[in-house]
């Protein structure tokens, strides 16, 4: 376990939510939530990302992606070092460039909803919570 898992459990706990592993069986553990507040009713899951903000893998999709504005001229050539500003790219250029860095959260984001999900069917939530 993490340290700052640790400290967010020390918190849930303070505040009055419950560990879903304490709640469920621990015999073949679906992946769950992580926290159950019941007073208001609120089911949580703690993702932690252990990404850079942007890594080198990234730099080479957004090489790739100034290389096919520069070819569809929405920007022109670029010479020497690069320094593209995403705020004066037109919207087009702005939005691929966002879907770049958004693909990993939203992955993260999509497995957390999936997990919340079956942890309400598993705990007989409500659908949705109050």
């Known amino acids: 376990m993490l340290p700052i898992e640790q400290m967010f459990e020390g918190f849930v706990i303070k505040f ?3 560990l879903v592993r304490n709640l469920i069986s621990n015999v073949n553990p679906p992946k769950n ?3 159950l507040f019941r007073s208001p009713l609120v089911l949580a899951e703690l993702k932690i990302v252990e990404r850079d903000a942007f890594t080198s893998e990234d730099g080479e999709k957004l090489e790739k ?4 504005w520069i ?9 020497g070092t690069p320094q593209i500003e995403l705020r004066k790219l037109p919207p087009q250029c702005q939005q691929e ?3 770049i860095h958004t ?3 939203k992955r993260k984001l999509g497995d ?3 997990q919340i999900k079956a942890m309400k069917e598993q705990l007989g939530l409500p659908r949705p919570l109050p």
């Open 112 to 114: 957390a909803n999936s």
């Open 33 to 35: 939530a992580d926290y």
């Open 103 to 105: 693909r990993p959260w």
């Open 97 to 99: 460039w966002m879907k």
């Open 65 to 68: 992606l100034i290389q096919s």
């Open 16 to 18: 009055g939510g419950e």
């Open 71 to 79: 070819r569809q001229r929405l920007i022109g050539p670029i010479f």
